[in-house]
Each structure stands twice: as structure tokens, then as C-alpha cells.
Nanobody, 123 residues
Framework: QLQLVESGGGLVQAGGSLRLSCAAS????????WGWFRQAPGKEREFVAG????????SYAGSVKGRCPISRDEPRNTLYLQMSSLKPEDTAIYYC????????????????WGQGTQVTVSS
């Protein structure tokens, strides 16, 4: 069974940067779709960015497009989200996910989730 562990969250000032990492253990080959989601207090979980493990396809939410490229390191079985020009509205718990579904933006495509890492952006 695939296990995902996020790291890299923290407190940063507006305009700053963070790199989130998601270390995967288990059968990564059975999960072609990988993504980052976030959930802010009082809000529903939302899609942030997704990527095919092959690296051929990426998808982004409009709110982060151009600021938060997603990437993966296949030999290290690690997924990344490089976040820059951070805004207070980016404050949320960020979750890594993996799954066999093909719709990167849909949470139903994912069946393995990490425990989350907190990102807080101060103004």
C-alpha cells in the first residue's frame, strides 16, 4: 500500500517561497496520477496542482498557476511543489495525493493521501 509523507511547510511572509515535498513508499507504479490539494480553515479541500508520474502532463488551479510548479523525482519517489510569491490566501494545510484516476483535478482520482503539512503566510 502506498504511503505518503509531506514535509516543508512552515510560516513565511507574503512574497516568500517554500518547497513542499512528498516522500512516497510502496508501489508508486500503480498510481499514475499525483497531486497537491489544500484545505484552509472553514473551507473545502481544493485542488492545487497535479502531474502524471511519467511527467508528461501537469495541471494547475488558476490561483497558483505560474507560481507553484509541481515536479517529481522518480528515483527518489518524491513529489514536490515549489511555491513562490506566496500570499496570505495560500494559507492552508497542504496534502499530497496519489491515485489511479485520470482526472488530475478531481479528488476522486486519488486513493492515497498524506497527513498534510501546514503552510502559513503572514501579511
Amino acid at each position: 500500500q502506498l504511503q505518503l509523507v509531506e514535509s516543508g511547510g512552515g510560516l513565511v511572509q507574503a512574497g516568500g517561497s517554500l518547497r513542499l515535498s512528498c516522500a512516497a513508499s510502496g508501489r508508486t507504479s500503480s498510481s499514475p496520477s499525483w497531486g497537491w490539494f489544500r484545505q484552509a480553515p472553514g473551507k473545502e479541500r481544493e485542488f492545487v496542482a497535479g502531474i502524471r508520474w511519467s511527467g508528461t502532463v501537469t495541471s494547475y488551479a488558476g490561483s497558483v498557476k505560474g507560481r507553484c510548479p509541481i515536479s517529481r523525482d522518480e528515483p527518489r519517489n518524491t513529489l514536490y511543489l515549489q511555491m513562490s510569491s506566496l500570499k496570505p490566501e495560500d494559507t492552508a494545510i497542504y496534502y499530497c495525493a496519489a491515485g489511479s484516476g485520470l482526472a488530475l483535478m478531481s479528488s476522486s482520482s486519488y486513493d492515497a493521501w498524506g497527513q498534510g503539512t501546514q503552510v502559513t503566510v503572514s501579511s
